[in-house]
């Protein structure tokens, strides 16, 4: 089986830009969560979608927005970048059923300059 | 809310000797509890994890965790460690109703020396 693939590794954008992260779920997985990691601290939950609509979000600003594909696949959108953005972006996929347990890709590492 | 503390940033540990990483989590509700671990430039594997029944679980490379209702705690176990281990560790909680968003600890750096 195929784990999370995320794309780009690696990214260096300037505060004011927008960025777009892209995410294959493991297969058979229907439930994409994204997470991010600042340095030195632990993930923080973005939002989550299943089905193709957003199952729930963390505390984070609208400007960050997702989308899920019939696929499976997602992508992660961050409008007007702050360097407080600069972080790993983690991506995870689990079954609906799955009891929580989730299935992490490598992560993009976005610098915000 | 749920929340995680892990209560030691950075473990020093000598290689065949025994590691214990703390972690204690608050929830006035059931919650499911996992062990996380992050190598250099990795995204996180599952070691354990807790949904329910027997409060001592086994997951991979020889970790265990026991869970302890009634200190709200989760710590993770490794009677011997391997230079391999070295790592950042994460405690994680989730209720049990949703399933995918995970509240996570600041985590644990262990460092495993010769």
């Known amino acids: 089986e195929t784990g999370v693939t995320q794309s780009p590794t690696h990214l260096i954008k300037t505060r004011g830009q927008q960025v777009t992260l892209r995410c294959s779920s493991q297969s058979g997985h229907n439930t994409v969560s994204w997470y991010q990691q600042a340095l030195g601290q632990g993930p923080q939950f973005i939002f989550q979608?299943?089905?193709?609509?957003?199952?729930g979000r963390g505390n984070f600003p609208p400007r960050f927005s997702g989308l899920q594909f019939p696929n499976y696949s997602s992508e992660l959108n961050v409008n007007a970048l702050e360097l407080d953005d600069s972080a790993l972006y983690l991506c995870?996929?689990?079954?609906?059923?799955?009891?929580?347990?989730?299935?992490f890709g490598a992560g993009s590492r976005l610098t915000v300059l | 809310a749920q929340s995680v503390t892990q209560l030691d940033s950075q473990v020093p540990v000598f290689e065949e000797a025994p590691v214990e990483l703390r972690c204690n989590y608050s929830?006035?509700?059931?919650?499911?509890l996992f062990w996380y671990v992050q190598y250099p430039n990795q995204g996180l594997q599952l070691l354990l994890k807790y949904l329910s029944g027997s409060t001592l679980v086994k997951g991979i490379n020889g970790f265990e965790a026991e869970f302890n209702k009634s200190q709200t705690s989760f710590h993770l176990r490794k009677p011997s460690v391997h230079i391999s281990d070295t790592a950042e560790y994460f405690c994680?909680?989730?209720?049990?109703?949703?399933?995918?968003?995970?509240?996570f600890g600041a985590g644990t750096q262990v460092v495993v020396t010769p």
């Open positions: 995870a996929s689990s079954l609906d059923s799955g009891a929580n347990v989730l299935t």
């Open positions: 979608y299943y089905r193709e609509e957003e199952n």
């Open positions: 994680a909680v989730s209720l049990t109703d949703s399933w995918g968003k995970l509240q």
């Open positions: 929830s006035s509700v059931s919650v499911y």
